[in-house]
């Protein structure tokens, strides 16, 4: 098949997607805003960059999306996030057209923004599909009134690079390692873990943390890191492979994540899978997945202390951790795959190209 993605080439769940897609022999095209390489991947820079034209850049490159689809001819367009590139998607009047959720599209955004949910109930209102990464999700898409088919995809890690057996074959750290892989964006909330760092370093001298990831907020947070005094003891790496980023969470004894909001967090799926132990924040999709004082902690979003305070309790707890890293382990394996969820979605591809409709 021929597909085409409307989405931010440089976002890690791009690539993710097309590339899944092209290794499994389809034909792939990324239409972007923003520049990027995908290896095996057709990537076209079809209108100016959002970060500096805001959200007019998605009406200028309307034009640039109608006139490359033209000469594409895919066989499916493909929205990746309800927002900008949905409401380009809907704007491009092509089929079978697929928008998918990612988690603040509809969780938060039309919330907040009265206009945006007019512009996502659009984009959403004329997809043939719509992915949703888990339940709340679903719940919010129809809370916005929209009956259109819903595919539910909650995957998992890809157990091919994220496994415990990097764990066994690692070396042991010879101090408590603390591991963060959110990106440094308001929503993902990483001051929280650095506000709350001091004090567990000074539970655990010889602690050391290691943030994983970028974005808009990394100079303001390394900054803060240094007006703490902490920053020769957390490292922010920047982006890494996804074969880097398991390395640094087989090593890991702790997992955090600050979100205040997500759709599907991947990232705490990953973490499960190499067996670090997961101290997340208390919102739905964590709540999901972590039973509390079970296979890991849930804490609050906005206090420092309360996350200090459960890195604390875990670390001094090898039993607690041994024990629930088992149990995530067998979690990780049985609930849906990656590979699965991108079958199911291959599914519907299909269904939707032979004109047999939807499975719902």
Request: hydrophobic letters at 40%; aromatic letters at 6%.
């Given at each position: 098949?021929?597909?085409?993605?409307?989405?931010?080439?440089?976002?890690?769940?791009?690539?993710?997607?097309?590339?899944?897609?092209?290794?499994?022999?389809?034909?792939?095209?990324?239409?972007?805003?923003?520049?990027?390489?995908?290896?095996?991947?057709?990537?076209?820079?079809?209108?100016?960059?959002?970060?500096?034209?805001?959200?007019?850049?998605?009406?200028?490159?309307?034009?640039?999306?109608?006139?490359?689809?033209?000469?594409?001819?895919?066989?499916?367009?493909?929205?990746?996030?309800?927002?900008?590139?949905?409401?380009?998607?809907?704007?491009?009047?092509?089929?079978?057209?697929?928008?998918?959720?990612?988690?603040?599209?509809?969780?938060?955004?039309?919330?907040?923004?009265?206009?945006?949910?007019?512009?996502?109930?659009?984009?959403?209102?004329?997809?043939?599909?719509?992915?949703?990464?888990?339940?709340?999700?679903?719940?919010?898409?129809?809370?916005?009134?929209?009956?259109?088919?819903?595919?539910?995809?909650?995957?998992?890690?890809?157990?091919?690079?994220?496994?415990?057996?990097?764990?066994?074959?690692?070396?042991?750290?010879?101090?408590?390692?603390?591991?963060?892989?959110?990106?440094?964006?308001?929503?993902?909330?990483?001051?929280?873990?650095?506000?709350?760092?001091?004090?567990?370093?000074?539970?655990?001298?010889?602690?050391?943390?290691?943030?994983?990831?970028?974005?808009?907020?990394?100079?303001?947070?390394?900054?803060?890191?240094?007006?703490?005094?902490?920053?020769?003891?957390?490292?922010?790496?920047?982006?890494?492979?996804?074969?880097?980023?398991?390395?640094?969470?087989?090593?890991?004894?702790?997992?955090?994540?600050?979100?205040?909001?997500?759709?599907?967090?991947?990232?705490?799926?990953?973490?499960m899978a190499?067996?670090?132990?997961?101290?997340?924040?208390?919102?739905?999709?964590?709540?999901?997945?972590?039973?509390?004082?079970?296979?890991?902690f849930l804490?609050?979003?906005?206090?420092?202390g309360d996350?200090?305070?459960?890195?604390?309790?875990?670390?001094?707890?090898?039993?607690?951790?041994?024990?629930?890293?088992?149990?995530?382990?067998?979690?990780?394996?049985?609930?849906?795959?990656?590979?699965?969820?991108?079958?199911?979605?291959?599914?519907?591809?299909?269904?939707?190209?032979?004109?047999?409709?939807?499975?719902?």
């Open positions: 098949m021929k597909l085409c993605f409307l989405a931010n080439a440089q976002s890690i769940h791009t690539k993710r997607w097309a590339t899944y897609f092209s290794e499994n022999g389809h034909d792939v095209t990324v239409l972007s805003l923003s520049k990027g390489e995908i290896p095996g991947v057709d990537v076209r820079l079809i209108g100016p960059e959002p970060k500096t034209f805001g959200r007019l850049a998605y009406l200028v490159a309307a034009l640039p999306m109608r006139m490359a689809l033209r000469v594409l001819k895919p066989d499916v367009l493909h929205s990746l996030y309800a927002g900008g590139y949905g409401l380009l998607g809907s704007l491009a009047g092509y089929h079978p057209f697929i928008v998918s959720t990612w988690g603040s599209d509809v969780l938060v955004v039309p919330q907040v923004e009265p206009r945006m949910a007019r512009v996502i109930r659009r984009s959403l209102g004329r997809a043939d599909l719509i992915t949703s990464e888990s339940a709340h999700m679903t719940a919010s898409i129809r809370a916005l009134g929209i009956t259109r088919p819903i595919l539910a995809i909650t995957a998992g890690a890809d157990t091919a690079i994220f496994h415990s057996r990097r764990r066994s074959a690692s070396q042991p750290e010879a101090r408590p390692l603390i591991v963060s892989t959110r990106h440094l964006e308001p929503v993902y909330n990483l001051r929280l873990l650095v506000e709350a760092l001091p004090e567990v370093f000074k539970a655990f001298p010889s602690a050391k943390a290691v943030i994983i990831g970028d974005g808009s907020l990394r100079e303001e947070l390394e900054s803060r890191a240094n007006e703490l005094a902490i920053d020769g003891r957390v490292s922010f790496v920047g982006r890494l492979s996804p074969s880097e980023v398991a390395d640094y969470l087989s090593k890991a004894d702790m997992f955090v994540s600050t979100s205040l909001s997500d759709g599907n967090n991947i990232s705490l799926k990953e973490a190499c067996g670090a132990f997961p101290v997340v924040t208390d919102i739905p999709v964590n709540r999901e997945w972590i039973q509390h004082g079970l296979n890991g804490v609050d979003t906005q206090r420092p996350l200090a305070d459960h890195v604390i309790r875990g670390l001094r707890s090898p039993s607690l951790r041994r024990s629930a890293a088992k149990l995530n382990r067998v979690r990780a394996d049985h609930r849906m795959s990656w590979k699965t969820a991108m079958a199911l979605v291959e599914a519907e591809y299909r269904r939707l190209v032979d004109g047999r409709g939807i499975r719902t």
